[in-house]
């Protein structure tokens, strides 16, 4: 009971936490560090591994035996590592929070197809059909982010007259970037659910592999590592505590500590209850978290969402309730089915 009460803390206040953190990042009037997040990330996730998974009693440390073959982490690790560094770096498009949510929302039908083609997954008529609604919401909000829907958009008149505007090339792309990073983490998703049912579920394992494998992916893009730092290194401002005297400490520095910090206990937080849980409870869960991450990213940092967007969140937070619903429906049906049968 405990063990799950802090598997939920873990996930509420490590990812909404590092929601706050990674905004509080981005807005820094430095440039953008996004690469150097994630290479961190990574590496104190590795980090807080090692001592699981390397054995250093003998005279020379090595990792101890695996329990799923390596190939299989080589394919998680590129999958993983393509959706991590894509979903950090969409921000330099034009790409705000709540739309970044919502996108991840997106990712709940591209999932359910990759499962249906790689798996052999089959879905019942509510599943279908509330991937309508988060398409159709998805659209809405990223299409009336900043402005209303209105009754002359149906105009045809001034449909020529709007298609005739300048197409911002920089949010076109960062919403294709986000397309890709939500394709290959389903890749990685439905990935993940056939090696677990091929070798078992160690999570702890694939956690650990995921993070410690991709390290050396980061070097390809080492001279963008060590700008960022440097932009990071050169930033001025300061937050200013007052600890009995007043102390100013560096603001990105210590923001990106605990941002590190808390996605380990996100990654933690959302493995931990996947262990415990079924799918549909850790479905569940992480869409209350999202909602939750969206309305702090409004609230706090003042992010622009219009009605109309707020009724495009609204439906994808409805498709994916009607999806939770169409998955509980079968389960009862069968268990109500073994009791006849007793």
Known sequence: MWSLLGAFSLVFGGCCSNVVTFEGLMGDKTSNISNLITFCQFLFVACQGLP?????????????????????????????????????????????????????????????ITCWLLNGRKYTRTQVSSTFFLTVGAIIASLYKDNELRYQDFKLQDLRNRSNEPIDRTFVLGVCILILSSVTSSLLSAYNERTYQKYGKHWKENIFYSHFLALPLFSLNAKQLVHEYQAMKNSKRMICLNLGQKTRIPHAETF???????????????????????????????????????????????????????????????????????????????????????
């Open 256 to 342: 990106l500590f605990f941002n590190v910090l808390t996605q380990y206990f996100c990654v933690k937080g959302v493995n931990m209850l996947a262990s415990q849980t079924n799918a549909l409870t850790l479905s569940i869960t992480l869409l209350v978290r999202k909602f939750v991450s969206l309305l702090l990213s409004v609230h706090l940092f003042g992010n622009s969402l219009s009605y109309t967007g707020y009724f495009g969140v609204l439906l994808v937070f409805f498709g994916a309730f009607l999806y939770s619903l169409g998955s509980i429906r079968p389960k009862i049906k069968r268990k109500e089915a073994l009791g006849k049968e007793q």
């Open 52 to 112: 699981r998974f390397v054995d250093v009693h003998g005279s020379f440390p090595y990792l101890k035996p695996l329990k799923t073959p390596l190939h299989v982490y080589v394919i998680s690790v590129v999958l993983f590592y393509i959706s991590s560094t894509t979903n950090n770096n969409v921000f330099k498009y034009n790409i705000s929070i709540p739309i970044h949510i919502v996108f991840r929302c997106f990712g709940t039908v591209i999932t359910m």
